[in-house]
């Protein structure tokens, strides 16, 4: 049997609208680096093989605080399957992950994120929380006992939606 699969859902920080960038270039606001901080701090222990991040400034930068607050890994992709992605795709992008890899952080959008974690649950309580609302900075964490390959509609368990505050 393989070692179980952890993939952890983090949506970008709250971003500024205080700017005349473009959505792809629209930074973080002040909030959101404090809350993304805060989120790196509580994902630390968790350890990191990859991580997947949307080409977003504000998803690089909420990738960045994650650092600040602990967390650490040298396989960092930029891909961009997570900026206007559809899940199909994103689950794809999962699906060819290296098998030495055990734990991914997928650091994208909404309605996106929401969309995959939907996808990927087994039928869960805390997916009443998440269809409600998946709110700047919050987390899924979700794990399988295969390897990638097999990551698919429902093969996934649902283990803990947080929504980290700085």
């Known amino acids: 049997m393989t070692r179980p699969r952890t993939i952890v859902v983090v949506r970008h920080g709250k971003s500024s609208w205080k700017t005349n960038d473009p959505d792809l270039r629209r930074p973080l606001s002040p909030r959101g680096t404090r809350d993304a901080v805060v989120a790196g701090q509580q994902l630390a222990p968790l350890g990191v093989d990859v991580v997947l991040v949307s080409p977003a400034t ?4 909420t990738w960045q605080c994650l650092q600040m607050g602990g967390v650490s890994c040298d396989d960092v992709r930029t891909t961009d399957a997570l900026y206007h992605a559809w899940t199909p795709e994103v689950v794809e992008v999962v699906r060819s992950l290296p098998d030495a890899a055990h734990t991914v952080f997928v650091i994208g959008h909404e309605p996106t994120l929401s969309h995959l974690i939907g996808t990927l649950a087994a039928p869960s309580p805390l997916m009443d929380d998440i269809e409600a609302k998946f709110p700047t900075s919050a987390i899924a964490v979700l794990t399988h006992d295969d390897d ?9 368990r649902l283990q803990a939606f947080e929504v980290p505050r700085g």
């Open 58 to 61: 504000r998803a690089q930068q």
């Open 148 to 156: 990638w390959s097999g990551v698919d509609e429902g093969a996934c």
